[in-house]
């Protein structure tokens, strides 16, 4: 058994809506997946489905093997989500919250070390004394992810796990999730952050009105939908002059770079020389890569 | 994984968290309805004190007492498990407990278990207080606990099922002002009904409260305004029928999941 997910046509319609639309998918044990989209394109409604939160109005999931309905309690043994929203109980401590959480998975004070391990790794042992309700955003999203890891969990599904977090523990807590993912450990993950989506997942779907509109490993995706842009930076008459001088070579324009899409590397040559012929100086230019979020805004854009 | 011994330590867990959860806010949870409790029985013994016998031998005063611990019991009962529910849902945080392996029934029991306690703790806590009025006596010690825990285990059924159905927290006060309040206060904690007109001791006899505090108040004098039987008939048959309609609610998932 090599699938640590497998969704076979997933629905989920809400009168109207089809949040999600027929989603066949399957994730390898060990992957560190990447699940993206804009918002209401049906990604939490996808791992709230896996997650035994909502029910799905058609089709099938199973986690390491366990269907996520009929085996309902060894899937859950088998999957830790970090959810959305910053939610908390505020009746208890960090270090009360995470030993209920491992109780309730069966984990007796034996896991207590453990508990104090994922506590000591997500650097909250200084306030694994205070209330809940007392902690920063980041300590809080913090917590969440540990909530999500104290029962040992092969798969780990983050939804949206940076957001409203800052930079230097953005850091942290890929260090961490790429730390368990060395160590076997399937992750999925869902986010807005594109680049971290490109420099973490081996593999990415991108969903848009509840379907998959594109699956592939992070590389190929971004070798299939490459685009290289030439910008050059030009006096701003320049500008106005090119705009009709070029009219078959279309650009955009925005702070006095003006950024030419490429089909292929010759392109650039062509255009430099174009603007050499037509004695435009060139200010300044670089070539750029298309990367995850160009492709994310192509496939999901309106248009 | 998931054996049996996970499944009890999952339950045990959950009562556990449940019962810290009130403990945590004691000040409120236990010393509110005791203190409530006894300036009911402070204010009606010195209204009424001496100058009542409701059953032969039984002054006023004592006969309120079982009466007031039945009603707090119970209020505390339903107050526990609808409010540790409704909070859940309105913070989020409820979603700790759908992620987990814990199935329909643990959740049940351990919710159940934890309401008893509650209501059971602050009954006795009145009782102990009540002790240095008046000298209260048991004569039928397993009908005081069968009531106690039947009763008790009703309101935490009927609590939960408040607490689910219940998306906000006025839906919820509803179910306190609205139902368990009137209930609890036309169902002879006060009076017994055989000093009502006769349509409103018929009218009586259709409230299940009636039925838990007259079987609660036999188990201390051997008297009560009904059959201690079919009271004790009347209330584990709602005791059972409140714990069919929640456990269905908890394994459908009914406005948990989705």
Known sequence: MK??????????????????????????????????????????????????????SDGSISVMGFDVNKEYQKARHSVGIVPQELVFDPFFNVREMLRFQAGYFGKDKSNDKWVDEVIERLDLTEKSSTNMRKLSGGMKR???????????????????????????????????????????????????????????????????????????STKNLLKEFSLKNLKVRLQKNNIKKIATLLKDTPFEEEDGWCTFKLQKVSDASNIIEKLNSLKIQILDLKVIESDLENIFLKLTSKN | MNTLRDQLIGTWTLLKKELLRFWRVAFQTVAAPVITGILYLLIFSQVLGDRLEVYEGVNYLVFLIPGLIMMSLLQNSFSNSSSSLIQA????????????????????????????????????????????????PIQHPWFVFIFAFCGGGLMGAFGMIAGIWSTRFDQMAAFGNFVIMPLSMLSGVFYSIHSL???????????????????????????????PYLSLLIVVSFFIILSFITIRMLKSGYKLRN
């Open chain 2, 89 to 136: 849902k309105i913070m989020g945080n409820i979603v700790f407990l759908l992620l987990t392996p814990l199935s329909y029934l643990q959740l049940f029991f351990a919710f159940l278990i934890a309401a008893i306690v509650r209501g059971m703790f602050v009954g006795i806590c009145i009782y102990l207080i009540a002790m240095f009025y008046v000298d209260l």
């Open chain 1, 142 to 216: 913090r917590a969440l992810i540990a909530q999500a890891l104290v029962h040992r969990p092969p798969v780990i599904v983050l939804d949206e796990p940076t957001a409203g977090v800052d930079v230097e523990l953005r850091q942290k807590l890929w260090s961490f999730i790429k730390e368990l993912n060395n160590e076997g450990h399937t992750i999925v993950l869902t986010t807005h952050y594109l680049e971290e989506a490109e420099a973490l997942c081996n593999r990415v779907a991108m969903m848009k009105s509840g379907k998959i509109v594109a699956l592939d």
């Open chain 2, 197 to 227: 007109p006769p349509i409103w001791q018929n009218i009586s006899h259709f409230n299940p409260f009636f039925y838990m505090i007259d079987g609660f108040r036999y188990g201390f004098f051997g008297q009560s305004d009904t059959s």
């Open chain 1, 3 to 56: 699938k640590a997910i497998v969704f076979k046509n997933v629905r989920k319609n809400y009168k109207q809506l089809k949040a999600v639309d027929g989603i066949s998918l399957s994730i390898e044990k060990g992957e560190f997946f990447g699940l993206l989209g804009p918002n209401g394109a049906g990604k939490s409604t996808l791992i709230n489905m896996m997650a035994g939160l909502v029910k799905p």
